[in-house]
């Protein structure tokens, strides 16, 4: 059973800074790409944010030089750090990451979702 449990988040105001961190556990053979995506109020899910194994980052244009990716793969987590917060920026934020695991000598791959955590942004 693989999960992915998030941390960080909550009430901030604009202009200020905020992280969140997201572990993976469980029977884990390897982590392609992790990832960040949020969900504004009353708006569909979007990506905010990935990063390859190999270090890669993508954002998306509305976080860009303002938000931070990283992980560290020793502890299957990956990290948002956030800055220069904005009203918009208020959403439910979603990791993600692409999973191998070993079944039966086979590996599968999928997507998991963490939990979801709130972020705030008073104006």
């Known amino acids: 059973q693989v999960q992915l449990v998030e941390s960080g988040g909550g009430l901030v105001q604009a202009g200020g800074s905020l992280s969140l961190s997201c572990a993976a556990s469980g029977e884990i053979w390897s982590i392609n790409a992790m990832g960040w995506y949020r969900q504004p109020p009353g708006k569909e899910r979007e990506l905010v944010t990935t990063?390859?194994?190999?270090?890669?980052?993508n954002y998306a244009d509305s976080v860009k030089g303002r938000f931070t990716i990283s992980r560290d793969n020793a502890k299957n987590t990956v990290y948002l750090q956030m800055n220069n917060l904005k009203p918009e920026d208020t959403a439910v934020y979603y990791c993600?990451?692409?999973?191998?695991?070993?079944?039966?000598?086979?590996?599968?791959?999928?997507?998991?979702w963490g939990q979801g955590t709130q972020v705030t942004v008073s104006s």
């Open positions: 993600n990451a692409e999973i191998q695991t070993k079944v039966f000598n086979s590996l599968s791959t999928r997507a998991y």
């Open positions: 990063i390859t194994s190999g270090g890669g980052t």
